[in-house]
């Protein structure tokens, strides 16, 4: 049994997709549309609802009483698991979807890899998150070219957004734990996934001329050991405070 | 056999009976989606498999989105129809795999969310439609195939919003996954 690694991995999967779902939340009521603002609502329930699934895997593991509410709304930041990227606050409209379309890619290429795993619990979440994921991806994509190719203005943001957020991404190709995991037939390959990461990418850059910047290199915070940044503590302390403050209340 | 006769201290205590089965499926064909609500869980293709174990009704229910806000409701208003109907305590099985797809939506399903105002899913999801062509969607309203895409995301996550160009109309279109 793989349960050491595969718990933090589990967690690296459902508090990726809460803390990113948090974030998209942050957008109601303030999204520039009433289309974007269903978009980015609807974009945030799927994630909402993937990572419930997967903490609900991971509190099944670990099999301390807690449940897949008490794992997201009672542990601190340095427990939480997510990649540094999806913690980022959203800053304009040109940072919200270039942060969601490296997510986005990096998340469809995890799912790809994931709806073969063997373990056929991590398969079903994955195959079905996948199907959603796709159309994550594929908006996202189209924004990323839209705000990219659009006018001098949306594109001057876009060029300020990518290099602000792309040093985040050297986590996006894994990590040591993960190749034990993958060479096991259980977590997605981490240099497979870094390949389609970077190649999804690329072609969308490449489509309006964005330049791709060079890989980037170790950053001195690590999502997967629970070291963050500073904007994550005050995306929980909003997100927890009710279930902290008052707990076990129901609706 | 009429509602009332079965009740919930003779279920443990005798066999299931055939027609059991077919008037759960009954019941759960007035079951409706509580969004939608001209089309039932059964017309959705949610609910997946009914038996009986050990003197229950046991149901699997297949969520469509993994975080469609209706999927407690839904559960909480079968189980409530079930057991309106005579069917103690039916057992309620939340079941991801095989992931639910738009390709279970029943034909009578499908004509009921066009009367409602709701384009169907179109063709079959093993193919175009995930990989990023647009598929063509007819105005409920009005028939025509002159429509537009709006946003990717409609009213809910299961739906783009969509427009016609002929009648001019806004519509959802109940998307392929």
Known sequence: MHKEALI????????????????????????????????????????????????????????????????????????????????QPNGDFAVTMTKQFLYDAWHFAVLQGLAASRDERIAGIAAKALKEVTYHLRRSGEWVQRLGG???????????????????????????????????????????????????????????????????????????????????????AEMQFLPRAYPDATW | MRPGELIASDLGARAARGDDLARAWAVLEQVMDPEVPVVSVVDLGIVRDLDWRAGHLHLVVTPTYSGCPATEV??????????????????????????????????????????????????????????????????????????????????????ALYRCRECLEPFDYFKCI
Not at chain 1, 224 to 236: A, S, V
Not at chain 2, 133 to 156: K, W
């Open chain 1, 8 to 87: 933090p991995y589990l967690l690296l999967l459902g508090d990726s997709a809460l803390v990113q779902g948090q974030r998209l939340c942050e957008w109601c009521g303030h999204a520039p549309a009433i289309e974007e603002e269903l978009a980015l609502m609807n974009v945030g329930l799927d994630l909402v609802g993937q990572a419930r699934n997967w903490l609900d895997y991971a509190a099944e593991l670990l099999d301390d009483g807690r449940d897949a509410d008490a794992l997201a709304y009672r542990r601190d930041e340095r427990a939480y698991r997510n990649l540094l990227l999806v913690e």
């Open chain 1, 150 to 236: 659009g006018t001098d203005e949306s594109r001057r943001r876009m060029l300020d957004a990518i290099p602000a957020l792309w040093r985040f991404t050297v986590e996006l190709t894994g990590s040591d734990s993960e190749v034990q995991l993958a060479e096991a037939g259980i977590a997605a390959d981490p240099a497979a996934v870094g390949a389609a990461w970077l190649k999804q990418v690329s072609a969308i850059f490449d489509s309006v001329e964005l330049p791709l910047p060079k890989a980037a290199s170790y950053f001195y915070l690590d999502g997967r050991k629970g070291l963050h940044t500073e904007h994550l503590g005050l995306l929980l």
């Open chain 2, 74 to 159: 839904i559960e909480a208003d079968i189980r409530d129809a079930l057991q309106q109907a005579g069917f103690a305590a039916p057992a309620l099985e939340r079941r991801l795999t095989p992931a639910w797809s738009t390709d279970w939506i029943s034909d009578l399903g499908r004509q009921r969310l066009r009367t409602y105002g709701i384009a169907p899913p179109e063709g079959s999801t093993s193919k175009r439609s995930l990989l990023g062509e647009a598929p063509q969607v007819c105005c409920p309203q009005c028939g025509s195939a002159h429509t537009e895409l709006l946003s990717q995301f409609g009213s809910t996550a299961c739906k």
